[in-house]
């Protein structure tokens, strides 16, 4: 379990917050790149780590984000018209750039350079691997943008989705390095469902053992499973800072299972404010380009029309299913996305975590909780927390495979480096 004092520590990430401080020396997600599909289209308002922003596509296609409030008195920069390089106020007409800049005050007179002293917060953008990125830290200690490989494929070889999810990230996280949960939460009941080759040691073996090493992008975890006599199946999994994960990789079951036809699949939760986060998933093949229907079943989730609200929701208990939970699945909820969401969200916006009993397959969550602690109190401290530096330290994927049990923990991960 966590103090309370450690528990707050990690779990507030709004503007001042130290885990607040230390997620905006990252490059993160802010969008996906469709969701402003050309040049001047509307804005849209996003808001990231307690932060209220505006998103604008300007003529040249260039990207901006800018604070959701005018610089001059206040007014939403979501009813701005979109155009001609740059995003003005409806109120008196000020326009600002990608940069923040006031690039026209047509309330002033003509002679007045008022303009050139009033600038607008805004935060750079990149686009990678179909999502806009974003770093909000001091701008000169911005990083290298990382080798995330679903980031580095061709158009086409990736797929990239958000929605928002009515939890703190902490308990998404969680979730996601979580490989314990799986055959229970995401469980099947049919016996002959679960003999399949991706399921059959995970109900073979309920306990797995869990093994953590520190990494310079994180740390990578790995559950061993009892599988046949002289074997273990093995889950090999990289946690990359600050809050993405990968499952293995899959072909269809009428395909070779080589890696060059593997489909993979991540999630990263982006504190939306302390009690909600946007829960953005990227699935990539780099031998071709995705089919209809690949990906993680978090792309398909419904939503209600015009918002990244799932219809499925703790008001309607997910659609949960009794019939279906007595009989077909072990929780009732059709969707794998929203199995995982219900149970996180069902823990309340934030969990008290003075309150819980952890066991032996929480190893990689007490990985987590220590790696963002330590990080946190460097902040405090007044230093820098340490991020990772070599060039290709995020090009690593997650690894299922079932391996002689001479084979070491530290020798089976070296299956997840691509470089």
């Given at each position: 379990?966590?103090?309370?004092?450690?528990?707050?520590?990690?779990?507030?990430?709004?503007?001042?917050?130290?885990?607040?401080?230390?997620?905006?020396?990252?490059?993160?997600?802010?969008?996906?790149?469709?969701?402003?599909?050309?040049?001047?289209?509307?804005?849209?308002?996003?808001?990231?780590?307690?932060?209220?922003?505006?998103?604008?596509?300007?003529?040249?296609?260039?990207?901006?984000?800018?604070?959701?409030?005018?610089?001059?008195?206040?007014?939403?920069?979501?009813?701005?018209?979109?155009?001609?390089?740059?995003?003005?106020?409806?109120?008196?007409?000020?326009?600002?750039?990608?940069?923040?800049?006031?690039?026209?005050?047509?309330?002033?007179?003509?002679?007045?350079?008022?303009?050139?002293?009033?600038?607008?917060?805004?935060?750079?953008?990149?686009?990678?691997?179909?999502?806009?990125?974003?770093?909000?830290?001091?701008?000169?200690?911005?990083?290298?943008?990382?080798?995330?490989?679903?980031?580095?494929?061709?158009?086409?070889?990736?797929?990239?989705?958000?929605?928002?999810?009515?939890?703190?990230?902490?308990?998404?996280?969680?979730?996601?390095?979580?490989?314990?949960?799986?055959?229970?939460?995401?469980?099947?009941?049919?016996?002959?469902?679960?003999?399949?080759?991706?399921?059959?040691?995970?109900?073979?073996?309920?306990?797995?053992?869990?093994?953590?090493?520190?990494?310079?992008?994180g740390f990578a975890y790995g559950?061993?499973?009892?599988?046949?006599?002289?074997?273990?199946?093995?889950r090999f999994t990289p946690f990359?800072?600050?809050?993405?994960?990968?499952?293995?990789?899959?072909?269809?079951?009428?395909?070779?299972?080589?890696?060059?036809?593997?489909?993979?699949?991540?999630?990263?939760?982006?504190?939306?404010?302390?009690e909600s986060c946007w829960m953005?998933?990227?699935?990539?093949?780099?031998?071709?380009?995705?089919?209809?229907?690949?990906?993680?079943?978090?792309?398909?989730?419904?939503?209600?029309?015009?918002?990244?609200?799932?219809?499925?929701?703790?008001?309607?208990?997910?659609?949960?299913?009794?019939?279906?939970?007595?009989?077909?699945?072990?929780?009732?909820?059709?969707?794998?996305?929203?199995?995982?969401?219900?149970?996180?969200?069902?823990?309340?916006?934030?969990?008290?975590?003075?309150?819980?009993?952890?066991?032996?397959?929480?190893?990689?969550?007490?990985?987590?909780?220590?790696?963002?602690?330590?990080?946190?109190?460097?902040?405090?401290?007044?230093?820098?927390?340490?991020?990772?530096?070599?060039?290709?330290?995020?090009?690593?994927?997650?690894?299922?495979?079932?391996?002689?049990?001479?084979?070491?923990?530290?020798?089976?991960?070296?299956?997840?480096?691509?470089?």
């Open positions: 379990m966590l103090t309370a004092r450690n528990n707050e520590l990690i779990t507030r990430t709004g503007p001042g917050t130290p885990m607040g401080d230390y997620l905006r020396r990252f490059w993160i997600p802010a969008l996906t790149s469709h969701e402003l599909p050309q040049p001047d289209c509307a804005p849209l308002r996003v808001k990231l780590l307690g932060e209220a922003l505006v998103a604008f596509r300007t003529t040249s296609g260039l990207v901006g984000l800018i604070k959701e409030n005018c610089p001059h008195r206040g007014a939403s920069l979501f009813f701005g018209r979109n155009e001609d390089y740059g995003l003005r106020c409806v109120y008196h007409g000020w326009k600002f750039n990608t940069t923040g800049a006031c690039i026209d005050m047509p309330s002033e007179p003509t002679e007045s350079n008022f303009k050139t002293k009033v600038h607008a917060t805004t935060y750079p953008t990149l686009e990678r691997g179909g999502f806009v990125w974003t770093y909000m830290g001091p701008p000169e200690l911005t990083p290298e943008f990382p080798q995330y490989e679903w980031t580095l494929v061709p158009d086409g070889h990736v797929m990239a989705s958000r929605r928002i999810q009515h939890c703190n990230y902490l308990q998404a996280v969680e979730g996601g390095i979580d490989s314990a949960h799986v055959p229970f939460l995401h469980g099947v009941l049919d016996p002959q469902q679960r003999q399949a080759p991706s399921r059959k040691y995970l109900y073979g073996d309920l306990a797995p053992r869990l093994m953590v090493e520190p990494t310079d992008y559950a061993q499973r009892d599988a046949e006599a002289d074997s273990y199946y093995w990359m800072l600050p809050f993405f994960t990968v499952i293995p990789g899959f072909a269809p079951p009428d395909e070779p299972q080589e890696p060059e036809n593997l489909t993979y699949s991540g999630h990263g939760w982006v504190p939306l404010d302390d953005f998933t990227y699935s990539w093949n780099t031998g071709r380009p995705l089919r209809e229907g690949e990906g993680h079943p978090a792309h398909y989730v419904d939503l209600l029309p015009g918002t990244l609200t799932p219809a499925a929701s703790a008001a309607n208990d997910y659609f949960l299913d009794r019939s279906v939970q007595r009989n077909a699945t072990y929780t009732g909820i059709e969707n794998g996305s929203l199995q995982d969401a219900a149970i996180q969200e069902s823990m309340g916006a934030v969990f008290d975590r003075t309150q819980e009993h952890l066991g032996t397959t929480d190893r990689a969550i007490i990985a987590l909780r220590n790696l963002y602690l330590e990080a946190v109190r460097e902040v405090m401290e007044g230093g820098e927390p340490a991020l990772p530096q070599r060039e290709g330290a995020f090009r690593v994927r997650s690894v299922s495979a079932v391996l002689n049990r001479s084979v070491s923990f530290e020798q089976g991960r070296e299956a997840m480096n691509l470089i």
